[in-house]
């Protein structure tokens, strides 16, 4: 698993306004990708794993090591992963 050391400055920015009741910071792993959620409500998600372009798109363009999707509170997510064609 990679190193991590990055996203705690975000969680700590995240987690320290307040609150009527204690959050619940949770951290999950699944299918290659490390998510953050406060409440049950995901945050974002760190993807370690290697994510391949989509069909007819040159496999140079594979990727790992970056955050998708970022959750906003009043969307589902924040960024695209590939453009559209």
Do not use: E
Request: charged share 15%; aromatic share 10%.
């Amino acid at each position: 698993m990679p190193r991590l050391s990055f996203l705690f400055p975000l969680l700590l920015t995240t987690t320290a306004r307040p609150q009527s009741g204690p959050s619940s910071l949770r951290v999950d792993t699944i299918n290659g990708a490390l998510t953050i959620s406060n409440n049950n409500h995901p945050l974002l998600s760190y993807v370690y794993s290697t994510t391949y372009p989509p069909p007819g798109v040159d496999t140079a363009y594979k990727k790992s090591g970056f955050i998708h999707p970022l959750y906003t509170p009043r969307h589902p997510t924040f960024c695209k992963i590939h453009l559209r064609r």
